[in-house]
């Protein structure tokens, strides 16, 4: 058990605990995600990919009952009538969400409550999603005369099909957790008293009885791979899956499979 220990950036707090980061946006009275909360998690992510080996699995969560109930509109009130205002702050989230899908480190939304445009595409970064039952999650830029300029167009339909994206896109309508569920938009929905409890139990079993090797590999292989035609993506996972073969978890893997017992990565 390793010692917790708590790191702040700007409206961002990193608790460190048992290997895992629990990441904490907090901009009250809302958690708006304005331009110094994309600025702070940027250099949170950047602190655990540079400074902290110890992290072997990430929660995104926020404080209160929001987890981001969507952009700073106030900033988009700043910037009417400037084109390359509005796409320099699309391209600014779009940095920080690429950076988080493309991690080398399993990245858990715990959606505890509002999660809306901006809000939702920063899950959608994420690499798994569990939600609250009562949470609520949409795309409503199309009510502000916007599109989602995050990465709503473009991953929404990944993560579900093509003709419910455009439906929740151009409608604007909200869900909740268990529908969210069901459209294959998160993983799993609980209650919300026991979210977080769920995203501590998965992160841990990920972090301290797999392999961060492996894990790491297997992340590059499904979400570089997946961008990739179906022949390339499996030159990747061939390649990976033969590097592997020189690590001494594998050893372990297989001479604890072979003995039958727990294995014991070293993570090396």
Same mark, same amino acid.
């Given at each position: 058990?390793?010692?917790?220990?708590?790191?702040?950036?700007?409206?961002v707090k990193l608790k460190i605990d048992n290997?895992?980061?629990?990441?904490?946006?907090?901009?009250?009275?809302?958690?708006?995600?304005?331009?110094?909360?994309?600025?702070?998690?940027?250099?949170?992510?950047?602190?655990?990919?540079?400074?902290?080996?110890?992290?072997?699995?990430?929660?995104?969560?926020?404080?209160?009952?929001?987890?981001?109930?969507?952009?700073?509109?106030?900033?988009?009130?700043?910037?009417?009538?400037?084109?390359?205002?509005?796409?320099?702050?699309?391209?600014?989230?779009?940095?920080?969400?690429?950076?988080? #899908?493309?991690?080398?480190?399993? *990245?858990? +939304? !715990? %959606? /505890?409550?509002?999660?809306? =445009?901006?809000?939702?595409? @920063?899950?959608?970064?994420?690499?798994?999603?569990?939600?609250?039952?009562?949470?609520?999650?949409?795309?409503?830029?199309?009510?502000?005369?916007?599109?989602?300029?995050?990465?709503?167009?473009?991953?929404?339909?990944?993560?579900?099909?093509?003709?419910?994206?455009?439906?929740?896109?151009?409608?604007?309508?909200?869900?909740?957790?268990?529908?969210?569920?069901?459209?294959?938009?998160?993983?799993?929905?609980?209650?919300?008293?026991?979210?977080?409890?769920?995203?501590?139990?998965?992160?841990?079993?990920?972090?301290? #009885?797999?392999?961060?090797?492996? *894990?790491? +590999? !297997? %992340? /590059?292989?499904?979400?570089? =791979?997946?961008?990739?035609? @179906?022949?390339?993506?499996?030159?990747?996972?061939?390649?990976?899956?033969?590097?592997?073969?020189?690590?001494?978890?594998?050893?372990?893997?297989?001479?604890?499979?072979?003995?039958?017992?727990?294995a014991n990565f070293n993570d090396r």
């Open positions: 058990m390793t010692k917790t220990k708590v790191n702040e950036f700007t409206n290997n895992v980061g629990i990441v904490t946006i907090a901009n009250p009275p809302a958690n708006a995600l304005n331009s110094e909360t994309i600025n702070g998690l940027s250099e949170c992510f950047d602190f655990i990919y540079e400074k902290d080996n110890e992290i072997k699995a990430i929660i995104i969560t926020g404080e209160g009952k929001f987890f981001v109930p969507g952009a700073d509109i106030k900033e988009f009130k700043n910037a009417i009538g400037e084109v390359k205002t509005g796409e320099a702050m699309a391209k600014n989230a779009q940095s920080l969400f690429n950076k988080i #899908e493309q991690f080398d480190k399993p *990245v858990i +939304a !715990a %959606i /505890n409550g509002a999660c809306l =445009g901006g809000g939702m595409e @920063l899950a959608m970064s994420c690499h798994i999603r569990l939600a609250a039952n009562e949470a609520v999650m949409g795309q409503p830029e199309l009510n502000l005369g916007l599109i989602p300029g995050f990465g709503g167009t473009q991953r929404l339909p990944r993560l579900t099909n093509t003709a419910k994206a455009l439906e929740l896109i151009l409608t604007g309508d909200f869900i909740n957790g268990p529908e969210a569920e069901r459209i294959g938009l998160v993983n799993k929905s609980y209650p919300r008293t026991e979210l977080m409890n769920e995203a501590i139990k998965l992160a841990e079993k990920i972090a301290n #009885e797999k392999s961060a090797r492996s *894990v790491v +590999a !297997a %992340i /590059n292989a499904v979400t570089k =791979g997946i961008k990739q035609d @179906l022949n390339i993506g499996l030159e990747m996972e061939a390649k990976l899956f033969g590097e592997m073969f020189e690590t001494e978890d594998m050893k372990e893997g297989v001479l604890a499979f072979i003995e039958k017992r727990k």
